[in-house]
T-cell receptor, first 117, second 111 residues
Framework: GAVVSQHPSRVICKSGTSVKIECRSLDFQATTMFWYRQFPKQSLMLMATSNEGSKATYEQGVEKDKFLINHASLTLSTLTVTSAHPEDSSFYIC?????????????FGPGTRLLVL | EDKVVQSPLSLVVHEGDTVTLNCSYEVTNFRSLLWYKQEKKAPTFLFMLTSSGIEKKSGRLSSILDKKELFSILNITATQTGDSAVYLCAVLTGTASKLTFGTGTRLQVTL
């Protein structure tokens, strides 16, 4: 089946630093990838839709200058949390949709656990 | 705003029991409803439902969608401790394949 990887799986950083998280589709191309955030004991909240070759579409309430998304190729999207603060500590999960993005199946990455001290 | 609500929020059952998890939704441009199981990491896919009234089965798990009443149920029969997890319902909407997740139901199966 389709595999999506995320790197790193876990990161601890100091407040004020920036953290980059990579999401890769390993055996398929994905025009569209999604970034979610999940706080403890809560559900997944969509942060943004990442489209290859164009600007990401952010959900209401998500600061685009704080969460920079770059989808530079059909197999890689990156999320950079800039000037991270403790309230940004969360589980960040990406998903990828094969092909042109109209399919209904999203393949999830294993997630990145971010802890900001 | 699209909304997906699951009930109950949490559930504790004994091994061997049968459970029914509920998911109701209010969304625009509905395409499909999906069920996922989440243990410690990212969600794993269980079912995708697009048509009303057609039951999908996988082993002890089954699910059905009612598009008129805007809900779905996930049944697990003869529960095992390995079924302990958070079960997430999500609705796929629009042309951009956007998923809106429900609150999740935390299931604990005890011996």
């Amino acid at each position: 089946g389709a595999v999506v990887s995320q790197h790193p799986s876990r990161v601890i950083c100091k407040s004020g630093t920036s953290v980059k998280i990579e999401c890769r589709s390993l055996d398929f191309q994905a025009t569209t990838m999604f970034w979610y955030r999940q706080f403890p004991k809560q559900s997944l909240m969509l942060m943004a839709t990442s489209n290859e070759g164009s600007k990401a579409t952010y959900e209401q309430g998500v600061e685009k200058d704080k969460f920079l998304i770059n989808h530079a190729s059909l197999t890689l999207s990156t999320l950079t949390v800039t000037s991270a603060h403790p309230e940004d500590s969360s589980f960040y999960i990406c998903s990828a949709v094969p092909g042109q993005g109209f399919e209904e199946t999203q393949y999830f990455g294993p997630g990145t656990r971010l802890l900001v001290l | 705003e699209d909304k997906v609500v699951q009930s109950p929020l949490s559930l504790v059952v004994h091994e061997g029991d049968t459970v029914t998890l509920n998911c109701s939704y209010e969304v625009t441009n509905f395409r499909s409803l999906l069920w996922y199981k989440q243990e410690k990491k990212a969600p794993t896919f269980l079912f995708m439902l697009t048509s009303s009234g057609i039951e999908k089965k996988s082993g002890r798990l089954s699910s059905i969608l009612d598009k008129k009443e805007l809900f779905s149920i996930l049944n697990i029969t003869a529960t095992q401790t390995g079924d302990s997890a958070v079960y997430l319902c999500a609705v796929l909407t629009g042309t951009a394949s956007k998923l809106t997740f429900g609150t999740g139901t935390r299931l604990q199966v005890t011996l």
